[in-house]
């Protein structure tokens, strides 16, 4: 009896520190894999992200094509400060809305992507909010007027398949071109997704089932732009001097 009690606990023993040393095995190749994805993985966000800055001024490309027509095509990054004075020690395009969007409004940088393309200047903002589930983003695309929408792209991290998610689809991020962010009294009224037709310059149509996805497309867009206004005045202040 006493020898089989040895042998059982000599067997348990082993079975643990066989377990304990797979662990270790498949956490130390998961680690390194993870490391080594690590370049692949960001050069294909820096891709995407210059891919989706594009779309907005018509320009559509695969990843692999991005950064030549980015480099041709976006003439000019900066770093605004939130009196539209340009931060000349950071680089627009590394700033992670993500994290920037939570400091104090007084503290954050707006990055802006100031594009020349078929002759004709854009200005392109990137955006950031709340959907139903999680965080929404995109970029929206202004002509030189700094007033009509040439274009937009919209993603998200976690909106409901078939319904919020749509704010992806062509037709719902095309339904913004050629619209207005300022209404005829100079003031910023940003572009509203709207239920029962679209009947302004400042209204699309909503998604059906959506309306708490498209409130967020709505206030993301008048919060973001907000922060440009005093970049904006400046530019119209240059184009009537001119």
């Known amino acids: 009896m006493e020898e089989k009690s040895v042998n059982k606990t000599n067997s348990n023993g082993y079975t643990f520190l066989?377990?304990?040393?797979?662990?270790l095995v498949v956490a130390t190749v998961l680690a390194f894999t993870a490391t080594s994805l690590q370049p692949t993985q960001?050069?294909?966000?820096?891709?995407?992200k210059m891919q989706s800055i594009l779309n907005t001024i018509g320009i559509e490309?695969?990843?692999a094509g991005a950064e030549s027509l980015y480099n041709q095509y976006?003439?000019?990054t900066v770093a605004l400060k939130p009196d539209g004075t340009v931060d000349e020690g950071v680089d627009a395009f590394n700033v992670d809305l993500a994290k920037e969007i939570k400091?104090?409004?007084?503290?954050?940088?707006?990055?802006?992507?100031?594009?020349?393309?078929?002759g004709e200047k854009y200005y392109i903002i990137p955006l950031r909010g709340n959907g139903l589930w999680n965080a929404i983003f995109g970029y929206i695309s202004l002509q030189d007027d700094i007033n009509t929408i040439k274009g937009a792209t919209f993603d998200h991290l976690g909106e409901t398949p078939g319904l919020g998610a749509q704010?992806?689809?062509a037709w719902f991020r095309e339904s913004f071109a050629g619209k207005k962010i300022f209404n005829e009294a100079g003031m910023?009224?940003?572009v509203s997704v709207v239920k029962g037709g679209a009947s302004t310059d400042h209204e699309v149509d909503a998604i059906s089932g959506a309306?708490?996805?498209?409130?967020g497309v709505s206030d993301m867009i008048s919060e973001r732009l907000q922060h440009y206004l005093p970049f904006f005045e400046e530019q119209r202040d240059i184009k009537i001097t001119e």
């Open 103 to 118: 400091r104090d409004d007084s503290e954050q940088i707006f990055p802006l992507y100031i594009a020349d393309y078929e």
């Open 42 to 48: 960001y050069e294909n966000v820096r891709q995407e």
């Open 18 to 23: 066989f377990a304990i040393i797979m662990v």
């Open 74 to 76: 976006i003439t000019e």
């Open 188 to 190: 910023l009224e940003g």
């Open 167 to 169: 704010i992806t689809k």
């Open 211 to 215: 309306t708490i996805t498209g409130d």
């Open 61 to 63: 490309t695969d990843r």
